[in-house]
């Protein structure tokens, strides 16, 4: 056997051999001393799990695994320093690296008893890319180098297999012809396709000798005639040409795109695996697969893959052929299947999370080639830290840390509603069942391929589902943009299967039953034909696949581990959680998710509804007190139900009332168009005049026009900054009067009942106190008035909202009125950049963010530098004044978890945000607790 590396003795008294400091400046800074003094390479014995900065994840875990004694094939490191220092002296090896690089090459002939270009005894290895984090196939790999024209005739001799060393020979070439020389892959392709056809072949396994031979010559010259250069027959040079290709291909279009998705920084550089080759393609007692140690889309603890008999890992992971699932193996090869099993345990144990593990069998004997932690599914996610707890391999507090906020988005996204799935079903539009790799439902339009996916999902806003027979690492900007990703081809561990995963789109893949012909831009399944353009359904957490559209809703949160971890991570929050709710139905959906109160209703929503519009409009436009407490009395009931409606659903928790806010003409009708009536209304009078039948166009027209009068009586120049808020509640006091007047009735009601009601009456828009004192007023005798009519007493409080900066700036006198703060984010961002949200959001503020002026969307994630410090003010200078001051956020970065954390560390006792972000808001004021301690 050619390549059968002896087992690696382990080494028990190990040597640290850290870079010192003084190494681990950047290249450019050492060259005051000598570079060749930095250690650019590194055997698989000299490092371990947390070089991953120099090693990269791929080198820093195999050295972690030689070192705990499983069974990798030698090999060693050459580090990501290296790389980054090639790449920033114009592609040139810096100084000693070279040197290095083949002083470990001879470590690695003596210990595997082989050598590098030794037709009698050849070394064979590939040559790997790795970077700090792990992008799965965005860079490059070369395998088999070693080979030449006579190496691979001693490899044929001493495997006595000249089939599989020409194919393995075969494979550098067309290799080393693509990711070295950058040559197209098509030629290649043809070339073999050609072979196939001529055997009637489906697949290169059976293609004879001398077809092998043929085709390698073929490759040699198209290299030649294409490249301009021979195939490099010296292995040395092999090696130096392959560094370098991984080296550049951190750059390379796929990896950049990649790293911009994933939000990896560009400047890390990978590292350069060289790794002795062991081969999966030695017959049937060879083999090669992918595992996850669990269930990654589940979380279900059980060993998760794909395997190929008789083949290389490359094969496995392009879905280029069918692979089998593990399950296949026990049958196959029960002493593997256990061993490789005790494998996958010792390293979760070890690292102490799921692992993706790559392995293969070279006639009988495993090896371990990567593992790395597992991308899974939020579901996934979340049932492996907490199970991971119950076997005491993490703490609480680490399960709660494993689970990033965001992805608990999954749990309260769309899924396929059941009724609207069963009715597909029995219309006959399920078209087939294939692998549940992504969960998640989305419904959309073909595209058969990337760019157009992108482009319909960017420029022409629709939802697209991507369906390819497989995908591809340049495919990765067509799956970011789409839905959802649904594949004829490929297994659970397929280059789709992972991006979804990872990215939190839907897909189903291996759907072999379904033909894709992206040459004529449509699909076939179940006897049915979709074309580019057509609607799709799938649901990537069954597999199905449906024609046409289906209706979505969101689940109830009942996941037993989610529901644990919420509650783990409640313990460790101190922040309150609170949530944004109008309507009973949303403050009931809020309480499900763990809200502990309501931190804003808004008002205004309930006089938008349509039975109560006319009695807002009358109200407005009453031209005399009488005319307008008419119509305020008619609004009264309205507003007792609903603030009922909450306090019932809250039984005692804070229910915080927001007055009326908004300016008075948006309960009107617009004024473009009531001019554009009126003119109408004028013109049909004009032709009609002096015939009968005018009298109803008459007085419409009257009424149109005292409406556009109104309404052009309340017309503002930034209404935004006019007349509303407390404003408007000092206008017309009336109105004030009868919200107050609503809300302390139903909270007597309620008291009168048994029921505790703990109502927050808050001012908007404050930015001087006397606003508020005024307001105070009014109110007072208003709550007054009601307690004694009912003869009943309610606590309430009194508070306001701090939403331009003169309030945060004044916020000592402000709480000398209120009895709490409540952060309106969205308006004090605003009013502090001066900016008027909806122009900016469709108009120069993307510009901004395209340009970097504005790192960040301050609307979404709030701006800690300048509205962060008016915060911190107003709450030194609001607790100065009254240090039992309550103080929470309500804007919509109240649900955004890096503003929570801000928000822990501001001190507030609580955050409001949208009932369907109550559980990230819970999960992310426990990480910002955890991180502060
Ligand atoms: P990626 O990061 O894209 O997974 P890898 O460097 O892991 O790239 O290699 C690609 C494939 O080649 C994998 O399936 C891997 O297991 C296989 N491979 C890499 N090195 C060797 C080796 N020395 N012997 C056998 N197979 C190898
Ligand atoms: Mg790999
Ligand atoms: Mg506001």
């Known amino acids: 056997m050619p390549t059968r590396p002896r087992k690696t003795p382990l080494r028990k008294t190990r040597t640290r051999s850290r870079p010192s400091p003084r190494l681990a400046r950047s290249p450019r800074s050492s060259h005051a001393r000598p570079a060749s003094r930095e250690k650019w390479v590194y055997l698989f014995d000299e490092g371990r799990a947390d070089m991953k900065d120099l090693l990269g994840g791929k080198g820093a875990n195999l050295a972690e695994m030689v070192r705990i004694g499983l069974p990798v094939p030698p090999g060693f490191v050459v580090t990501t320093r290296a790389c980054n220092a090639f790449l920033s002296e114009g592609s040139r090896f810096p100084e000693g690296l070279w040197a290095q690089e083949l002083a470990a090459l001879r470590k690695l002939e003596k210990r595997t008893g082989r050598s590098f270009g030794d037709p009698e005894n050849a070394l064979l290895v590939s040559c790997r890319s790795g970077a700090k984090f792990s992008m799965p196939g965005m860079m490059d790999t070369l395998l088999n180098l070693g080979l030449n024209d006579a190496v691979v005739e001693g490899l044929a001799s001493e495997t006595g297999d000249a089939r599989f060393a020409q194919d393995a020979y075969r494979r550098l070439v067309q290799m080393f012809g693509t990711v070295v020389l950058g040559l197209p892959h098509e030629p290649f392709e043809q070339v073999l396709e050609r072979y196939r056809h001529q055997r009637g072949l489906q697949n290169d396994s059976a293609l004879p000798l001398e077809d092998l031979k043929a085709i390698t010559e073929a490759f040699q010259s198209l290299i030649r005639e294409k490249a301009g250069r021979d195939f490099p027959q010296d292995p040395v040079e092999q090696l130096r040409l392959a560094t370098e290709a991984v080296f550049r291909s951190w750059k390379g279009k796929r990896a950049v795109d990649y790293r911009n998705a994933a939000g990896i920084p560009h400047d890390l550089g990978t590292a350069v695996n060289i790794v002795t080759m062991v081969f999966g393609n030695r017959g ?547 009013t502090t950049y001066g900016i008027s949200r909806d122009d900016a959001e469709t108009g120069f503020l993307s510009e901004y963010l395209h340009k970097r002026i504005l790192p960040e969307n301050p609307f979404a994630t709030l701006d800690q530098r300048g509205v962060g410090s008016l915060m911190e003010l107003a709450v030194k200078l609001g607790r100065k004044t009254r240090p039992g001051l309550d103080l929470g956020i309500c804007g919509e970065h109240g649900g955004d978890p890096k503003t929570i954390s801000f928000c822990h560390r501001l001190g507030l006792d609580y955050v409001s945000c949208s009932p369907y972000r109550v559980p990230i808001a819970r999960l992310a004021a426990a990480h910002a607790a955890l991180a502060s301690r």
């Open 284 to 830: 049937e007692d060879s083999g090669t697969g992918v595992v996850t140690t669990r269930n990654v889309s589940t979380g279900e603890r059980e060993m998760e893959g794909d395997y190929l008999s008789n083949a290389q890992g490359e094969d496995v992971v392009s879905g280029a052929r069918p692979t089998l699932r593990i399950s296949a193996l026990k049958e196959l090869h029960p002493k593997l299947y256990a061993q490789l099993g005790r494998i996958c345990q010792k390293l979760e144990r070890h690292f102490r999370d799921v692992q993706d593990v790559e392995f293969t069998i070279e006639q009988g004997r495993l090896w371990v080639l990567q593992t790395r932690d597992a991308k899974r599914t939020a579901q996934a996610a979340v049932r492996i830290a907490v199970e991971l707890v119950g076997e005491r391999l993490l703490r609480r507090e680490e399960a709660v840390l494993r689970v990033k906020p965001e992805q608990l988005d999954f749990f309260l996204h769309p899924q396929f509603a059941p009724d609207d799935k069963k009715a597909a079903r029995e219309r006959g539009d399920l078209l087939a069942t294939g692998l549940n790799v992504s969960p998640g439902a989305a419904s959309g339009v073909v595209a058969f391929d990337a760019d157009t996916a992108e482009r319909w999902s960017r420029e022409e806003k629709k939802a697209v589902i991507m369906v390819r027979p497989e995908t591809k690492p340049d495919d990765v900007h067509g799956m970011l943009a789409a839905r959802g990703i649904l594949t004829s081809r490929g297994g659970r561990t397929s280059h789709a299967a992972l991006v979804a995963r990872q990215f939190g789109k839907p897909a189903v893949v291996g759907v072999s039953e379904m033909e894709v012909d992206c040459e004529r831009r449509q699909l076939t399944v179940a006897g049915r034909v979709l074309r580019e353009g057509d609607t799709v359904s799938i649901d990537g957490t069954t597999g199905e696949v449906f024609a046409g559209r289906l209706e979505t809703l969101i689940p109830d949160l009942k996941d037993p581990y989610i529901l644990k971890l919420l509650k783990w991570a409640d313990d460790f929050r101190e922040l309150g959680v609170y949530a944004n709710a109008d309507y009973p139905r949303d403050a009931r959906k809020a309480r499900e998710l763990g809200a502990e109160g309501i931190g804003l209703c808004r008002t205004e929503h309930m006089f938008f509804e349509k039975d109560r519009l006319p009695h807002v409009q009358r109200m407005i436009l009453a031209r005399t007190d009488a005319e307008r407490d008419e119509a305020l009395a008619r609004l009264l009931p309205f507003q007792r139900e609903d603030f009922l409606g909450l306090f019932r659903t809250m039984e005692g928790q804070p229910v915080t009332i927001r007055l009326l806010d908004p300016p008075l003409h948006e309960f009107l009708p617009n004024h473009d168009g009531l001019l554009h009536d009126v003119t109408e209304l004028e013109t049909r009078l004009e032709l009609r005049k002096g015939r009968p039948g005018t009298a109803e166009l008459e007085e419409q027209l009257a009424r149109k026009r005292r409406m556009l009068e109104a309404v052009e009586s309340m017309r503002e120049a930034n209404p935004m900054l006019g007349l509303r808020g407390v404003r408007l509640g000092i206008h017309l006091p009336s109105l004030v009067r009868m919200q107050v007047r609503a809300i302390l009735e139903a909270a007597c009601q309620c008291a009168r009942e048994g029921m505790r009601v703990l109502p927050k009456i808050m001012i908007p828009l404050i930015a001087h106190s006397n606003e508020l004192r005024v307001e105070k007023e009014t109110l007072e005798s208003e709550a007054r008035a009601v307690m004694k009519e009912q003869g009943q007493k309610v606590a309430y409080q009194f508070g306001t909202m701090i939403e331009v900066p003169r309030a945060a700036l004044t916020a000592d006198q402000i709480a000398e009125e209120a009895e709490f703060f409540s952060f309106g984010t969205n308006d004090l961002t605003q």
